[in-house]
């Protein structure tokens, strides 16, 4: 018989796991809330499954910057935690985001502070296939009246 895949949400980002080329869209300055310059860049990304299941690690690299994901699944509380370092802003870890996937789409919270202003920051993944996946970031400064996109990663699988 074949191992049972547990249905409690540490599986939901087993698409992610190999090898990926990454294409960026972001805002020149996602702390800006009146920027509307973007930039276009490619990626390379490489994640893999920790602790038997419940993490995973990601890294990413560009020829600006390099930057580093974990993840790692509370199953008491059915959802992710996630949290982001990059060499663009060293010996620093932001805030973890929360949240879980629903009907095929990740969403993950958190409150943060970005270039002195309170901010609600939403990651939104959806796996398009089993070669494509995106990843979106977004951030409210209203209270989640209204969300504003400031960076988009299309995923493409090398390997």
């Known amino acids: 018989m074949g191992s049972v895949v547990p249905t409690d949400g540490r599986a939901d980002f087993d698409f992610l796991f190999g090898r990926w080329r990454v294409r960026n869209r972001k805002l020149v300055d996602v702390t800006d ?28 690299r560009t ?10 699944f509370d199953p008491d509380a059915k959802l992710w935690r996630i949290w982001w370092a990059s060499s663009t802003r060293p010996g620093h870890l932001d805030p973890a985001m929360e949240g879980a996937f629903s009907d095929g789409v990740g969403r993950f919270y958190c409150d943060d502070v970005l270039g002195g202003q309170a901010v609600k920051v939403r ?8 070669d494509a996946a995106r990843w979106e970031q977004a951030f409210s400064y209203d209270g989640e009246v209204t969300w504003r996109t400031n960076w988009t990663m299309d995923l493409s699988r090398v390997e």
């Open 123 to 130: 990651f939104e993944w959806t796996n398009a296939s089993r």
């Open 63 to 72: 020829d600006e910057f390099e930057g580093f994901t974990l993840r790692l």
């Open 33 to 60: 809330v009146a920027c509307e310059d973007w930039i276009e860049f490619d990626a390379t990304a490489a994640i893999e499954p920790i602790m038997g299941g419940l993490g995973h690690v990601d890294r990413i």
